[in-house]
T-cell receptor, first 113, second 109 residues
Framework: IAGITQAPTSQILAAGRRMTLRCTQD?????MYWYRQDLGLGLRLIHY???????GKGEVPDGYSVSRANTDDFPLTLASAVPSQTSVYFC????????????FGQGTRLTVV | GQNIDQPTEMTATEGAIVQINCTYQ??????LFWYQQHAGEAPTFLSY??LDGLEEKGRFSSFLSRSKGYSYLLLKELQMKDSASYLC??????????WGAGTKLIIKP
C-alpha cells in the first residue's frame, strides 16, 4: 500500500442495501475525511476524524456513519442506500486537520438503483 | 454562510497564460489551497497560501489577498495535459476545509 487506498473502485447497489466503503492510509496521518463529489457541487464533507477514536459530522452526514478504530482505517457505511447517494466518494487524509495538504484516494463510484 | 466562488469553465490556448480566480467568504481564515483534478481522477495538491502575496512553483503560481478574500491560480505555457478542473479550498477558523465547485479548464491546440 502506498498512500491512501479505497475499495471498491465502483459499485452498483440496490436501494435499501447496506454498504461499507473502505479507506486505508499508510502515511500515519492524524486526520481523515470522507467527501462526496457531485457534478456542479464540488466536494462536500460527509464525516471527518481528527485523530483515532474521534469522529465528527461534516456538511452532509445524514444516511452515513463512520468509525475510526485506529490511525490507518476510516470506513464509511451507508445503512440503507437511497438513489440520492449515487455519487463519487473520496477518502482523504492529512497530517493535521485543514492546515496541511490532503491526500486523496482514487475514489469510489457508487450507483444506487 | 461560507462561500467560495470560482468560474465554472474557462477555455485557453496551448502555450498561453490563464488566470483562474477564487473569491471566498468564510468564518475565519487559516490558509487557501489549490488542487488539480483530471477527469475521473482524484484531486492532487498544487499550492498553499496563508500569507498575502505570490507563491511560484514552476509553471504554476498562486496569489492571495486576505483583505480582499481573493486568490488566483496562474498557469503559464499551457500544455494539453493542463486540461483539468482546478479546485479552490479555504481552511476556516475551525480548520475545516471549505471547497469551491471547481473551474473546468479546457485547453485548445
Amino acid at each position: 500500500i502506498a498512500g491512501i487506498t479505497q475499495a471498491p473502485t465502483s459499485q452498483i447497489l440496490a436501494a435499501g442495501r447496506r454498504m461499507t466503503l473502505r479507506c486505508t492510509q499508510d502515511m500515519r496521518h492524524n486526520a481523515m475525511y470522507w467527501y462526496r463529489q457531485d457534478l456542479g457541487l464540488g466536494l462536500r464533507l460527509i464525516h471527518y476524524s481528527n485523530t483515532a477514536g474521534t469522529t465528527g459530522k461534516g456538511e452532509v452526514p445524514d444516511g452515513y456513519s463512520v468509525s475510526r478504530a485506529n490511525t490507518d482505517d476510516f470506513p464509511l457505511t451507508l445503512a440503507s442506500a437511497v438513489p440520492s447517494q449515487t455519487s463519487v466518494y473520496f477518502c482523504a487524509s492529512s497530517d493535521s486537520e485543514g492546515a496541511t495538504e490532503a491526500f486523496f484516494g482514487q475514489g469510489t463510484r457508487l450507483t444506487v438503483v | 454562510g461560507q462561500n467560495i466562488d470560482q468560474p465554472t469553465e474557462m477555455t485557453a490556448t496551448e502555450g498561453a497564460i490563464v488566470q483562474i480566480n477564487c473569491t471566498y467568504q468564510t468564518s475565519g481564515f487559516n490558509g487557501l489551497f489549490w488542487y488539480q483534478q483530471h477527469a475521473g481522477e482524484a484531486p492532487t495538491f498544487l499550492s498553499y497560501n496563508v500569507l498575502d502575496g505570490l507563491e511560484e512553483k514552476g509553471r504554476f503560481s498562486s496569489f492571495l489577498s486576505r483583505s480582499k478574500g481573493y486568490s488566483y491560480l496562474l498557469l503559464k505555457e499551457l500544455q494539453m495535459k493542463d486540461s483539468a478542473s482546478y479546485l479552490c479550498a479555504v481552511t476556516d477558523s475551525n480548520y475545516q476545509l471549505i471547497w469551491g465547485a471547481g473551474t473546468k479548464l479546457i485547453i485548445k491546440p
